[in-house]
């Protein structure tokens, strides 16, 4: 029976992260499909780029409400289950809520870098470390308008803090690495153009295609 709310939970939470909400507000802007335009990637600073503030406010408030949902659905789920499954089993939920952003069923495989979405999880899994990684990214971004910077070091922080913290807890150590380095490994190409010196700085100008 464990198993099997583990899965339900995971699969709930999975489509819950599949809803893009760049790619919809994208259409409901009257674009056909936001991948098509700016850097290409349907997350909230293409959509910032390519449709302005406002888009960009709607799918900020799409991908935190979404993941926060899925995050509470998750819990409830995880107090069916017996022991230790429970905190494994909302750090399954979690990081199918992550891969549901990054490779959306709805919109074939191709969805975002999973940042707002990882920044919810690691906030309602720890409100403190989760708060702190997140101010710390936002500091990063604002002090060197890098958006990709932000995310990478935010992966990075996370990490860091939680093996620091939680050296027992096995378990959250290995959710703190496959949701850390998998942020870091979506922003391989951004890391390229931070080397490079090519990569877009925050506030640039729109581009549309």
Known sequence: MNIIIIVISAVICYLFGSISSSILVGKSFGLRDIRKHGSGNAGATNTLRVLGKKAAILTVIGDVLKTAIAMLIARFLATFIDGNLKEISVYISAFSIAIGH?????????????????????????????????????????????????????????????????????????????????????????????????????GAKKEIK
């Open 102 to 202: 990054n490779f959306p069923a709805y919109f074939k495989f191709k969805g975002g870098k999973g940042v707002l979405a990882s920044g919810v999880i690691i906030i309602m899994l720890n409100p403190v470390i989760g708060t702190v990684t997140v101010l710390c990214a936002i500091t990063i971004m604002a002090t060197t308008r890098y958006v990709s910077l932000g995310s990478i070091s935010a992966g990075l922080i996370y990490i860091i803090w939680i093996i620091s913290y939680y050296t027992d807890d096995i378990a959250r150590i290995i959710f703190s690495l496959v949701l850390g380095l998998m942020l870091v490994i979506r922003h391989s190409s951004n890391i390229n153009r931070l080397i490079s010196g090519t990569e877009s700085k925050l």
